[in-house]
């Protein structure tokens, strides 16, 4: 059997947080089996134009598909923000990965209450089946 591949989403290397923190600490570690899909601000917490979000949202999304749709890999890791800036974005990488018939992790931190509370009709409509496929797992921490 090959060697196995994860395919990640990461902040930029420059943005403040977490987890961009621990991606780093890990990065040695890991040698080639991580591929490190940079999504979302580059330097959170500072903000480009509206234009600069836009079209990086665009070429993520592009670089993004490519890789879970066409490259070799065994888990798409997804780090997930419950909150009004990258939930719906992160949502999109989401559904394609399942859509790709990739195995799914989703990692999520960054928990908003009040953007729980404002989603938690979403969750309930979202078919159990899908929660606990073979092919997604969910991981929820910082509640």
């Known amino acids: 059997m090959g060697q196995k591949r994860i395919l990640v989403t990461v ?18 570690f890991y040698k080639n089996n991580m591929v ?4 979302g601000s580059r330097n959170y917490p500072e903000h ?9 949202l665009v070429f993520d999304f592009l670089f993004f598909g490519f890789n879970v749709f066409f490259t070799r890999k065994n888990l798409v890791h997804i780090n997930m923000s419950l909150d009004k800036r990258g939930f719906f974005r992160d949502t999109c990488y989401v559904f394609a990965s399942v859509i790709s018939g990739s195995r799914t992790l ?10 729980e509370k404002l989603l938690n ?6 078919p159990v089946c899908l929660w606990e496929s073979r092919w997604f797992y969910c991981f929820i921490y910082g509640v």
């Open 11 to 28: 902040p930029g290397e420059n943005a403040r947080g977490g987890i961009n923190t621990y991606y780093r600490a890990t990065k040695p």
């Open 106 to 115: 989703v990692f999520f931190h960054g928990w908003d209450k009040d953007y």
């Open 48 to 56: 480009s134009s509206l234009l600069i979000q836009f079209t990086r």
């Open 36 to 39: 490190y899909i940079i999504r």
């Open 121 to 126: 009709p979403v969750y309930t409509a979202i």
